[in-house]
């Protein structure tokens, strides 16, 4: 036989052709992915800080990316095996020729492959891999598409499962154990997308057995809820699409035995930052977290709230289901952490798992067991079932033993990109102007079912009979909307710049976001609240008094009766139990904004912009593969920030020379705003500026922010002689 006569019977043999395209389509996914995505390799190449040198020189890093791989090849052999096996099972049952063969091999690979696309295109509406994601219409056409290759694909099956029965049966053996077996793997495989809803099964209940008098105590965190987002809040709480009276039922129901805290802030508009200023009850220039993912050798370890708790006996839990910009971990004092894995792999797993085939296994234990940086990860949008991770809580808080619990766990569906895996939108494209409002509130909507899942299973496991419980917000959010912004142009009152000047730099007339900007209060504005269950309970009501994240950790433990002074906190545990506010001398709450990469003009985020521009602020640690901000940053970002101080109804913001970088001669400046009337001003001589109490709150701000930005504004003489400055 010539060459030409083997090369012939090679491509006329279908197993050969078989592996040839197969193996295509598998490589071909990951070319389109690489064509879409806007993150991988390529992004880390194109930094100039020598990240990716670090990633592969990182073993743990290296050896989780080539798990991924092998994960990815072994479900695609299964598949593509299993489809195998179905084709040659029907070629006999027909009964078909080599010609009948590659026609029906052809057509139920397509099937299968179809099968596969429809199913992720449904399940998944974000995925790169999916279209017609948009509009009910489409949705349901794509569903009707599923349906229909699916169910031909379980009819080629069904055929293949009675050829292989046959061939049992002439070869007279009796395998009904295999057969059960066999049977029962391939209905698993079948039955993949429809068990998306993920291991959701409880544990048997069992009663906390907290067998002190000391409470448990829980924080219930919701990355991003604005107070106006909640209707118990006095908030609108209404659906901006069916008018429902409230978006967030459980969060009302909850609060409707608490004492709310209604002016309260966080000091960094960051989920990293708030938690450090929780956990610490400092502000970022006494905790020394400044930015996201800070290295904690900056913190004192033995100021964490964590670290007291533990002295008093309590065992400490953390879970949240986006870890991407947080590393808090066991190093902040913590027992056990709930949530997916953190670190690099976070950002380019996390990111880069989006395959139809894997996808659909993703939420599955399966998956959990595969890919541990995508499962129960909010930061994996595409793939993110909210279950997954109220899974992961329900699991770790099935047995805790006999000690005090201090659990605090934080739900981040509101964060943007604000969708999920299953939102199904039905109001034209996902992320426009007009719809991004819509898109938030399904992000709230569906977090507070999840705050309700997790209240009912604290009831159920008997947390709630001794407990302290806090819950709150990190941050809130801008969302695009004009009224947004503080400094409007008809309140100004003459200062030494024009309006106009001013919103072309960085008093937008529309903000989005959260942490780059203090010309509005959305961002910092947090929902906080306390509830007491025990012998003594909290007295319901409302405390306007200015309040900060920070006085989280100093009230608990006015709660349990137990001093833990803080360098600005204030405990307000009296007023909780009494239900009432108590005036606070000389209370001003303090706000910086984060790291800022590119401005965020538009709703479409410029997520490679961002990557290409942030990630060479980073590096990765080889030997544990967390990401860390580079120290050599730090001088430039915090001399970069803005500061702001709220006294009463005065609001000023201190904003650096590089705000104004579009104006000639560019220096810092500082505008002072009247919250109750709107009138503000960039002029702090001016006659409307001296009716605010201006010495008292540059005294305050220049005692906690003197190290990081100069106070001196050239309009103000006595800010550089006044004796209390």
């Not at 990951?30 to 806007?38: N, P, R, V």
């Not at 410029?606 to 860390?628: A, E, R």
Request: hydrophobic share 45%; net charge positive; proline share 5%.
């Amino acid at each position: 036989m010539d060459i030409r006569q083997r090369v012939k019977s090679t491509l006329l043999n279908f197993r050969f052709v078989y592996i040839f395209v197969t193996t295509i389509l598998f490589f071909s996914q990951f070319a389109y992915f690489y064509i879409k995505s806007a993150f991988g390799m390529p992004t880390l190449m194109r930094t100039q800080n020598g990240i990716l040198h670090q990633y592969i020189s990182s073993p743990k890093l290296v050896i989780e990316f080539s798990l991924f791989i092998l994960a990815q090849i072994l479900v695609s052999v299964v598949f593509f095996g299993l489809t195998y096996w179905v084709i040659q099972k029907n070629k006999k049952f027909f009964n078909l020729t080599r010609a009948g063969e590659f026609l029906l091999g052809f057509l139920i690979l397509s099937v299968a492959v179809f099968a596969v696309l429809f199913t992720n295109n449904y399940y998944f509406q974000f995925s790169k891999f999916s279209f017609w994601a948009y509009g009910a219409l489409h949705i349901e056409f794509g569903f009707l598409c599923y349906v229909f290759f699916a169910l031909v694909f379980v009819v080629f099956l069904g055929l293949a499962l009675f050829e292989f029965s046959r061939e049992i049966r002439r070869a007279n053996r009796i395998a009904r154990r295999w057969w059960g077996c066999v049977s029962a793997a391939v209905i698993m495989l079948i039955g993949v997308p429809f068990t998306l809803s993920i291991a959701n099964k409880h544990h048997d209940q069992v009663d906390a057995q907290n067998v002190t008098n000391k409470p448990n105590i829980i924080i219930i965190g919701i990355d991003s809820l604005r107070p106006d987002y909640v209707a118990a809040l006095d908030g609108k709480g209404r659906h901006f699409v069916t008018g429902q009276p409230s978006i967030t039922p459980n969060i009302d129901n909850l609060l409707q035995g608490a004492t709310i805290m209604t002016n309260s802030y966080t000091p960094l508009a960051r989920t990293f930052p708030s938690w450090v200023s929780i956990l610490t009850g400092e502000y970022p220039d006494q905790n020394g977290i400044y930015f996201n993912l800070m290295d904690p050798k900056h913190l004192d370890h033995k100021a964490l709230l964590t670290h007291q708790l533990k002295k008093m006996g309590y065992y400490t839990v953390f879970g949240m289901d986006d870890r991407r910009f947080s590393n808090i971990d066991k190093r902040y004092g913590f027992d056990a952490i709930i949530g997916p894995q953190e670190g690099m792999n976070d950002f380019l797993l996390g990111t880069f798992n989006d395959f139809p085939l894997t996808n659909l296994l993703v939420n599955s234990k399966l998956g959990r067991l595969l890919f541990p940086y995508s499962y129960g990860n909010r930061s994996a949008a595409v793939t993110y079932d909210p279950a997954s991770f109220d899974y992961l809580v329900d699991q770790r808080l099935a047995n805790l033993g006999n000690q005090p619990l201090f659990l605090a766990v934080h739900f981040c569906l509101p964060h943007w990109p604000y969708y999920w895996a299953v939102t199904h939108p039905k109001r034209g494209p996902y992320l426009r102007k007009a719809n991004l409002q819509f898109v938030y509130e399904q992000g709230v909507l569906r977090a507070d079912q999840q705050v309700g899942s997790f209240w009912n299973l604290l009831q159920d496991r008997g947390f709630l009979k001794n407990a302290i419980v806090i819950v709150l917000s990190d941050h809130g959010e801008s969302l695009l909307s004009y009224d947004a912004r503080l400094f409007q142009d008809d309140k100004f009152n003459p200062g030494t710049h024009r309006p106009a000047d001013l919103v072309k730099v960085k008093l937008k007339k529309e903000l989005y976001g959260h942490g780059a900007y203090l010309s509005t209060l959305f961002e910092n504005h947090t929902v906080l609240a306390f509830r007491v269950f025990g012998e003594q309970k909290n007295k319901p009501g409302r405390i306007d008094s200015l309040a900060s994240l920070i006085d989280v950790k100093p009230t608990l433990f006015g709660l349990l009766k137990q001093d833990a002074a803080t360098p600005s906190g204030v405990s307000f545990a009296d007023q909780i139990m009494q239900g009432k506010s108590f005036p606070l001398a000389d209370r001003g709450v303090m706000m910086q904004t984060g790291l800022n990469v590119v401005n965020l003009k538009s709703e479409q985020i410029p997520v490679q912009k961002m990557l290409d521009k942030g990630l060479n602020f980073y590096q990765v640690d080889p030997k544990t593969g967390l990401v860390t901000l580079q120290e050599s940053h730090l001088p430039k970002l915090i001399k970069d920030k803005a500061h702001s101080i709220r006294y009463e109804n005065w609001y000023l913001v201190a904003f650096p020379a590089a705000y104004f970088a579009k104006i000639d001669k560019p220096e810092p400046r500082a505008i002072l705003i009247n919250l109750q009337t709107g009138e503000w001003t960039d002029n702090l001589a001016s006659s409307f500026a001296q009716q605010a109490p201006l010495v008292l709150m540059l005294k305050q701000m220049k005692a906690l922010f003197t190290r990081n930005i100069d106070l001196n504004f050239p309009e103000l003489p006595a800010t550089r002689s006044h004796s209390g400055l």
